[in-house]
């Protein structure tokens, strides 16, 4: 069993605390703290500065540590470490790339695709990526109440095409178990529901998020279920990542990967095969390459479309097939993700 923790701050004094909540509490959350925990030189102070003014810093600890010290090019460090590039704003880059706020029939539900709809179940982050295509996601208004949340399971009941619900934000996991074993339930009451997706960054930013509460109810549901990862470089992956999906998969979730295509992190063939290996030694298989969305702040970890699908055919040469992840983009209006 976890240690549940009692802290003292703004939240009802009630309420008890796990291990990861508190990890999540006590996150760097400035530039100055990040350059000093890395000893990095001051002169990335002033573009951390700006990069954080525009979408703020967050690093946990347990990511904290997988990071080296003393180097500016470290790629998990690059993930985290606000720029100032964030700043300049190229053509063609918005701040709603997806044109998912087209999509919305109710509150908190994202509905484009046959037969799966997206649920966001947490506007929060246990980490904030530099590159993600939500850093301008309005989250304040997609938090959906226990009321809000009636209107989409009702939306959810009148469709018998949907088969799939997926759980996103933010990070799903960044809400309590609590809250989620209640939507988790009302979900698989809905009997053409089949399958319960989860798209996450918490069990791999701290570990300790994969607790007791967390599988408890995972191996209770009759639902069967999917755990979308994301890991963009084989550094992330360490032995508490690996014991994390242990247990994850012990619960019978089938984990999966997505990673997103970073000029400067993953966009080597040697990088992304090591990937590929070190996923597959955690239980995990690749699924998505995502191209970088057209999204304010981000331009600078573009890679072109011509270099992305060289990077892929040069895999391809050191990857079974099984480890290959499929190189996508998303285009607004589409049915489906679109492959490169
Ligand atoms: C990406 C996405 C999905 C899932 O697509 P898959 O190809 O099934 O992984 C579902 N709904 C929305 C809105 C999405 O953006
Ligand atoms: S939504 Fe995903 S990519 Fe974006 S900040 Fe959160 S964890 Fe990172």
């Known amino acids: 069993m976890q ?29 100055a703290t990040l350059c000093k925990r890395l000893n990095l030189d001051d002169s990335w102070l002033p573009g951390a500065a700006t990069g954080h003014q525009l979408f703020e810093i967050c690093v946990p600890d347990a990511y904290l ?27 063609g880059y918005v701040t709603d790339p997806l044109e998912e706020a087209e999509h919305q029939p109710v509150k908190g539900l994202i509905h484009k695709y046959a037969g799966r709809v997206l649920l966001i179940a947490s506007p929060a982050c246990a980490i904030n990526c530099r590159y993600c295509f939500r850093r301008h996601f309005p989250y304040s ?45 009302q979900l698989e009451n809905i009997p053409h529901l089949k399958r319960l997706r989860i798209h996450t ?4 930013v701290i570990p300790d998020r994969v607790d007791d509460a967390l599988l408890g109810w ?32 012990q619960a019978g979730v089938t984990l999966l990967n997505q990673s997103v295509l970073l000029r400067g992190i993953n966009d080597s063939v040697s990088t992304l ?6 996923l597959f030694e955690a239980g995990v298989l690749p699924y998505y390459l995502h191209v970088v969305d057209p999204v304010q702040g981000a331009a600078h970890f573009d890679v072109p479309d011509e270099e992305a699908k060289t990077l892929v055919k040069q895999l391809l040469e050191h990857l079974p097939g099984f480890l290959m992840p499929r190189l996508v983009r998303e285009v607004p209006g589409k049915t489906s993700k679109t492959p490169l």
Request: glycine content about 2%.
């Open 218 to 249: 995972l191996a209770a549901t009759r639902l069967q279920k999917v755990m979308v990862l994301h890991i963009n470089h084989a550094n992330e992956i360490d032995q508490a990542v690996i014991d994390a999906c242990t247990r994850l998969k």
């Open 65 to 91: 540590t997988r990071i080296a010290p003393n180097d500016p090019n470290d790629p998990l460090l690059r993930q985290v470490l606000p720029v100032s590039d964030e700043a300049s704003t190229p053509q």
């Open 201 to 204: 960054r918490l069990p791999v």
């Open 141 to 185: 208004d997609n938090s959906p109440s226990r009321a809000q949340w009636q209107e989409a399971l009702d939306y959810l009941r009148a469709d018998t095409t949907l088969h799939e619900a997926i759980l996103s934000g933010g990070d799903p996991l960044a809400a309590n178990d609590r809250q989620l074993a209640w939507l988790v339930e």
């Open 3 to 31: 240690e549940n923790i009692i802290i003292a701050d703004k939240r009802p004094s009630t309420q008890i605390y796990a291990s990861w909540q508190r990890q999540l509490s006590q996150a760097i959350r400035d530039p």
């Open 273 to 278: 095969a090591t990937l590929s290996e070190r």
